[in-house]
């Protein structure tokens, strides 16, 4: 069987039967998935390696600066074809854009075909928004917990391992009235890891207007967890130890 040439990038390849459809023989259209995948992209089927020289030093030099559209309608190509070339002659310049840009269209495509991207639909989730700011607070405070849980900062990660060793029953993120969530809950006692640096350890001082910013309002959310009822420790990350814990908990009768 005679070699024929790819559809996409030109490449000789034999189209060794592959498939058999309705009792018919199905060859290889393209010389390998990578162009299957590239024509059904929508990306051109011309061949590249009949695109002249200078052209391709032409869109190697204005890919440096220009936008693959401005590319195109300097030399009166497709976007598409654009991008082809990029991609086969211009890996050394431009890396990334050209597969990045086939992305960025396919998800152009499918904002505008769904509903939900549309701007009526954006104007009326703003406005319930707008009209519903506590279901707003309190999908934002879910969603954190569910975030601080899956992705606990190392800290938070050491203390949850303690406590696992020292069989303690906890529940890490407790959400607090819809309001925020705190770092441990062990009963009716609220264990908060403080990072050294943003909360304001002493061995900062003098503290950054940030650092007492944040100092000032984990007083306001200790003064507010103590009229919920609930006992509030807090402890440095060099403190997060099993001996530092254990007292802690001594403290409050859990061990």
């Not at 601080?148 to 050491?158: D, I, V």
């Amino acid at each position: 069987m005679d070699d024929v040439p790819c559809p996409v990038c030109g490449k000789m390849f034999k189209p060794n039967i592959n498939d058999i459809v309705d009792g018919k023989s199905v060859r290889k259209k393209y010389c390998s998935s990578k162009c299957a995948s590239f024509s059904m992209r929508g990306l051109p089927s011309t061949n590249p390696d009949k695109v002249p020289d200078d052209e391709i030093q032409l869109v190697r030099e204005l890919c440096k600066t220009k936008f693959y559209k401005e590319i195109a309608d300097i030399t009166g190509r497709s976007v598409g074809s654009i991008l082809n070339i990029i991609y086969r002659y211009c890996q050394d310049v431009d890396k990334s854009k050209a597969k990045k840009r086939q992305y960025e269209k396919a998800s152009e495509r499918m904002k505008a075909s769904n509903p939900m991207f549309s701007k009526k639909t954006r104007q009326k989730v703003a406005k319930w928004n707008k009209e519903h700011p506590e279901a707003v607070r309190k999908r934002a405070v879910h969603a954190s917990r569910e975030n601080h849980r899956k992705n606990p900062s190392s800290l938070e990660y050491k203390a949850r391992e303690i406590l696992d060793s020292m069989s303690i029953n906890y529940e890490p993120s407790f959400i607090i009235k819809d309001k925020f969530v705190v770092d441990i809950k062990i009963n009716n006692l609220i264990i908060e890891i403080d990072g050294e640096y943003w909360h304001g350890h002493p061995r900062f001082e003098p503290l950054t207007e940030r650092q007492k910013k944040q100092q000032k309002r984990d007083r306001a959310r200790n003064k507010y967890l103590r009229t919920c009822g609930y006992s509030v420790e807090r402890i440095w990350g060099r403190d997060v130890t099993k001996k530092h814990i254990k007292s802690i908990l001594e403290k409050y009768g859990i061990v």
